[in-house]
T-cell receptor, first 111, second 115 residues
């Protein structure tokens, strides 16, 4: 079983749609969770950290479900510029901090 | 602009060459990382330096040799690479190693091609 799993997609949605991605992790002791965005041939850029209480930044909402061991990212009112690959990163070691990336979910927002 | 600077941006080298990739940050971060990323794949962790000491080596072949001369610099020395080592090499840093909610900041990478 992979430590961090994501549906690779692609998710193909119209502008204005709401879309959600999940990322599951296998180590229940994991402490750190992040969502990154990566555009084609660019470096990953931090989108948001994921806190136990959930957090929101504009159109983006991230949540953590420890019981079911997954994090989620919700994007409301999708824009064309949201088209990218969304990577989740989990501290898969549960403490000594080995950041592990999911394979990424591709999002395509079309007019 | 990224706060983590990587040079060179592109590198083409033969299998017998020796070259080095460089990474620099001036954010006072004490953890630095090297990743390898192949096309359409996620970044794969190679090395982690914590307070200038190598703390994690993810079973990387010895033809890759990391070095952390000081808290701002991270090098990756390359020797006798294979064509399958062609990839995007990403450097990242975070404020502290192992801390909760310590996101990584990435450089824009060195695109390496092995002939």
């Amino acid at each position: 079983r992979k430590e961090v799993e994501q549906d690779p997609g692609p998710f193909n949605v119209p502008e204005g749609a709401t879309v959600a991605f999940n990322c599951t992790y296998s180590n229940s002791a994991s402490q750190s969770f992040f969502w990154y965005r990566q555009d084609c041939r660019k470096e990953p850029k931090l989108l948001m950290s994921v806190y136990s209480s959930g957090n929101e930044d504009g159109r983006f909402t991230a949540q953590l479900n420890r019981a079911s061991q997954y994090i989620s990212l919700l994007i409301r009112d999708s824009k064309l510029s949201d088209s990218a690959t969304y990577l989740c990163v989990v501290d898969a070691s549960g403490g000594s901090y080995i950041p592990t990336f999911g394979r990424g979910t591709s999002l395509i927002v079309h007019p | 602009d990224t706060e983590v600077t990587q040079t060179p941006k592109h590198l083409v080298m033969g299998m017998t060459n020796k070259k080095s990739l460089k990474c620099e940050q001036h954010m006072g971060h004490r953890a630095m990382y090297w990743y390898k990323q192949k096309a359409k794949k996620p970044p794969e962790l190679m090395f982690v330096y914590s307070y200038e000491k190598l703390s994690i080596n993810e079973s990387v072949p010895s033809r890759f040799s990391p070095e952390c001369p000081n808290s701002s610099l991270l090098n990756l020395h390359l020797h006798a690479l294979q064509p399958e080592d062609s990839a995007l090499y990403l450097c990242a840093s975070s404020l502290l190693p192992g801390g909760v909610d310590q996101p990584q900041h990435f450089g824009d990478g060195t695109r390496l091609s092995i002939l």
